[in-house]
């Protein structure tokens, strides 16, 4: 078992930004891979960002990428989301997400531990 705790959201204005940070706890953290996915009022759940356990490799969304990094710490059991220039739309809670087994995946169903999330506002 894998127990994820985000913590970091909060309102911001429209062009600044919040790092995010999920700490977890029950399972070796290096031997896991780490994600962010996100889930607006009225839509899906959808992908963000994802670092490998070494972090030797990590995977943005289209809509993310030069605008958000990922990164980890394995001493501290932690990863976190840098977010700059933030955007009305990326409005939404953020949540964390553990994936035990192989690297490569990046939909809602291929991880199977999940924090309980924690609310992004951007104002316009």
């Known amino acids: 078992q894998v127990q994820l705790v985000e913590s970091g959201g909060g309102l911001v204005q429209a062009g600044g930004s919040l790092r995010l940070s999920c700490a977890a706890s029950?399972?070796?953290?290096?031997?896991?891979?780490m994600a962010w996915f996100r889930q607006a009022p009225g839509k899906e759940r959808e992908f963000v960002a994802a670092i490998r356990r070494s972090s030797s490799m990590s995977r943005y969304a289209a809509s993310m990428a030069g605008r958000f990094t990922i990164s980890r710490d394995n001493a501290e059991n932690t990863v976190y989301l840098q977010m700059n220039s933030l955007k009305p739309e990326d409005t939404a809670v953020y949540y964390c997400a553990a994936r035990d087994s192989g690297w490569g995946f990046f939909e809602v169903k291929d991880y199977k531990y999940w924090g309980q999330g924690t609310q992004v506002t951007v104002s316009s």
């Open positions: 029950g399972r070796a953290f290096s031997n896991i891979h």
